[in-house]
């Protein structure tokens, strides 16, 4: 398993994930990514970010995730309180292969993002997922991962969002 940054060659690898993504969660019934988002656009957003990153199994993408040390404007305002008011990595766009789930993709992708934090001098990382999306949310705890309140999207939409101390 390796973990590299994403470039645009690897856009149709990343968009098989997240189609996979997309009917995965569509089977369980969650509404979230059900329409255009996320697209190509936003994958060659977060590689020109540098923030973009796949997974590969012997040469095949199996996931991607959008990692950074950022400020993102959706969590200025939380109802509810982070646990650290410093410097965090952001955790975007997780995605990997159903056909992964449970081979430790999704633990190795957020290992690399504590590696990244603490490499940049952050204190934590912080994801949000779908209210109903319960696997995700039984897995950020799984990893440690605490809740800290509800934050809202620039579109309306409400996430639950979790913290870890690195």
């Not at 796949?54 to 993102?72: Q, R, S």
């Not at 646990?83 to 999704?106: E, K, P, T, W």
């Not at 990244?116 to 949310?137: I, K, W």
Request: net charge negative; aromatic share 10%.
């Amino acid at each position: 398993m390796e973990i590299r940054k994403s470039n645009k060659n690897d856009l149709d690898g990343i968009m098989t994930v997240i189609q996979d993504a997309k009917a995965s969660l569509k089977k369980d019934g969650i509404p979230q990514w059900q329409g255009v988002y996320p697209g190509v656009e936003e994958f060659e957003e977060d590689i020109e970010m540098d923030g973009s990153y796949v997974v590969e199994v012997d040469g095949k993408i199996v996931g991607t995730a959008f990692l950074k040390d950022m400020v993102e404007s959706t969590y200025a305002t939380i109802d509810g309180a982070w646990l650290f008011d410093g410097r965090y990595v952001v955790i975007h766009r997780f995605a990997i292969l159903s056909s992964m789930y449970g081979s430790g993709v999704s633990r190795f992708v957020v290992e690399q993002a504590i590696a990244l934090a603490r490499s940049c001098g952050c204190e934590s990382v912080r994801v949000d997922t779908h209210p109903e999306n319960l696997r995700m949310q039984a897995f950020v705890k799984r990893m440690g991962f605490e809740y800290c309140g509800i934050i809202s999207c620039e579109y309306g939409g409400k996430r639950l969002a979790y913290e870890l101390k690195v």
